[in-house]
Structure formats: structure tokens, C-alpha cells
């Protein structure tokens, strides 16, 4: 049983397109949160999703927005695609916001 | 800016040997987490310690917090080759704000 999932795994794609990345998890947690890692395997906050709260890490370029359909997914839509947002984008819950936190596999976005 | 730095960046040690990571923040926190991954895989939880606790155990991981020093270090006694991986400390306020990521520590165990 997967716990938090994510589609698709590798996304190859050029610059200026706009893409989505899917989010599910299957634990019933209330938030629920995307994560980037770098090149260097640097971990950054992106957003998280409480009871239809967002908060929203004021580095992200607004060319990136989550939408939560329902409380079970958390999908990421990026819009005019750039080099630099190249990297690996990780979706996570948690049951209590600020604890232990469910990671999915993770989507390799490449932007050529 | 960043919160976590882990030292080593890299460790490599023999199996069997202790492996001891540390990391220090910079803010006030609400608890403190590690984290391993695997290569190119995702994220797994390992332990928590809240602001409160000293010391944590986990069966082969042990966890310091010192909080007057913004500092913690994970201890893996006994290391086996799939211990290999990386190491991340990631610190949280309490809230729905998600986690800071430290830049972690890469562990070899040389079979």
C-alpha cells in the first residue's frame, strides 16, 4: 500500500510549457506539503495545505500553485516552465502539522 | 535562509562501526527530525525530538537535542552497508509552515 504517491515519476519537458504534477496520499492526514530539492540535494519548503489553509514560502516564483480538490490530494501546477525550476519535487503529509511527515517518491522535472 | 547544518557533509566508516551526525540551527524550534534517503528515492522518517527532550532512542539511532547550543547529533551504532544513505535534520516551529531542511550528511558503510 502506497502511502503518499505521486505521477509522474520523471517529466521531461521544454521551457515555457506548463505541467502538473499529482499528489495523493492514502493516511487521511489533514496537511500536506511540496518540497523542491536542488541539484545539490538541497530540501526547500514550497507550500503546505492545512484544512484549506495555505501558507506559501514567499521565495516561490507565483508561476508555481497547488490545488487541493479534496483533502486526500495536493497537485502542483507549474506555469511557463524555466530552466532553474529543474530538480526533484517531493509531496509529504503529515496527521499533525509540524510532525512526522510521509514523503512520496518523488518527480524529476527536467527543463530543457 | 537555511536552517540545519549537518557535519559531516560526508562520512565514511566500516560496518559494524558507530556513525555520529550533527546538526545545528539557527531559531527557535518546536521539535527537531531526522530524516534518511536512500538514492533516489524519497524521504524517510526516522525520529523526532521535541524542544523538551534531551535524548531519544530508536533501536539502533540515538538522538541528542541541545537546545541552549541549537544543536543535535544522530548516533548509528552498529552500522550495516544499507545503512548507506543520506542524513537530514529538519527542524519544525510547531506549525503547518512545513519543514527547514538541513543540507544533510552523506554516510558510506564500507561492507
Known amino acids: 500500500d502506497t502511502a503518499v504517491s505521486q505521477t509522474p515519476k520523471y517529466l521531461v519537458t521544454q521551457m515555457g510549457n506548463d505541467k502538473s504534477i499529482k499528489c495523493e496520499q492514502n493516511?487521511?492526514?489533514?496537511?500536506m506539503y511540496w518540497y523542491k530539492q536542488d541539484s545539490k540535494k538541497f530540501l526547500k519548503i514550497m507550500f503546505s495545505?492545512?484544512?484549506?489553509?495555505?501558507?506559501i514560502n514567499e521565495t516561490v516564483p507565483n508561476r508555481f500553485s497547488p490545488k487541493s480538490p479534496d483533502k486526500a490530494h495536493l497537485n502542483l501546477h507549474i506555469n511557463s516552465l524555466e530552466l532553474g525550476d529543474s530538480a526533484v519535487y517531493f509531496c509529504?503529509?503529515?496527521?499533525?502539522?509540524?510532525?512526522?511527515?510521509?514523503f512520496g517518491p518523488g518527480t524529476r522535472l527536467t527543463v530543457t | 535562509s537555511q536552517q540545519g547544518e549537518e557535519d559531516p557533509q560526508a562520512l565514511s566508516i566500516q560496518e559494524g562501526e558507530n556513525a555520529t551526525m550533527n546538526c545545528s540551527y539557527k531559531t527557535s524550534i518546536n521539535n527537531l527530525q531526522w530524516y534518511r534517503q536512500n538514492s533516489g528515492r524519497g524521504l524517510v522518517h526516522l525520529i523526532l525530538i521535541r524542544s523538551n527532550e534531551r535524548e531519544k532512542h530508536s533501536g539502533r539511532l540515538r538522538v541528542t537535542l541541545d537546545t541552549s547550543k541549537k544543536s543535535s547529533s544522530l548516533l548509528i551504532t552498529a552500522s550495516r552497508a544499507a545503512d548507506t544513505a543520506s542524513y537530514f535534520c529538519?527542524?519544525?516551529?510547531?506549525?503547518?509552515?512545513?519543514?527547514?531542511f538541513g543540507k544533510g550528511t552523506h554516510l558510506i558503510i564500507q561492507p
Open positions: 493516511l487521511g492526514h489533514d496537511t
Open positions: 529538519a527542524t519544525s516551529g510547531g506549525g503547518a509552515d512545513g519543514l527547514t
Open positions: 495545505y492545512n484544512n484549506k489553509e495555505l501558507i
Open positions: 509529504a503529509s503529515s496527521q499533525v502539522a509540524g510532525d512526522e511527515q510521509y
